[in-house]
């Protein structure tokens, strides 16, 4: 099993910590992981992306110019990694400033309002971890124990008391992701 993933957003939306976690969670597995991160110097508000692969082999090389996954949340990614996406890989989006939807008929496409849910809730920073938890149901390609030792790994020890809130996110986003577009 080789995942090859994109996420790619805004500044501040939490790219980087979902892939972040993603990643580090897949080393308390025992795969082989690669994270490579991608930003501007504005940080907040400018373009962020990372490329993650989680692998059951060695991983050659961390550039990918095709993705079984792209994780998209917003327009800019969407224009720039839809096409990308290898036919039959799985585009997962977040509809919040999402203008032009996804076009392509090759691919499955998948919705997830984490956008909505985090301001319905009141906890805009778990914002990212609905969206990860939307991806792991549809590729539940790390367990669930892993994911929490990923996300302490990954957080700053003084956000410790937020693990079991980014864990009820995570089985939310597994809850409201759903289906646009499903190919044989």
């Given at each position: 099993m080789t995942e090859e993933i994109i996420i790619a957003g805004f500044g501040g939306q939490g790219v980087l910590s979902m892939g972040k976690i993603l990643a580090y969670s897949g080393v308390m597995?025992?795969?082989?992981?690669?994270?490579?991160?991608s930003y501007g110097p504005e940080m907040r508000g400018g373009t962020a992306?990372?490329?993650?692969?989680?692998?059951?082999?060695?991983?050659?090389?961390?550039?990918?110019?095709?993705y079984d996954t792209a994780i998209i949340l917003n327009q800019q990614s969407m224009d720039k990694f839809e096409p990308m996406i290898k036919s039959g890989g799985l585009l997962l989006y977040d509809g919040n400033g999402i203008t032009r939807h996804p076009v392509r008929k090759d691919i499955n496409i998948f919705r997830v309002d984490a956008a909505d849910e985090s301001a319905r809730i009141g906890l805009s920073k778990v914002f990212n971890m609905i969206v990860l938890g939307g991806f792991l149901k549809l590729k539940p390609i790390i367990g669930p124990e892993f994911i929490h030792k990923g996300l302490e790994k990954s957080l700053p020890k003084r956000h410790h008391g937020m693990i079991p809130e980014n864990e009820r996110a995570i089985e939310k986003g597994k809850e409201i992701v759903y289906a646009l577009q499903e190919i044989a």
């Open positions: 597995e025992d795969k082989e992981v690669s994270w490579m991160p992306n990372v490329t993650v692969i989680i692998s059951d082999e060695r991983i050659s090389s961390p550039i990918l110019s095709t």
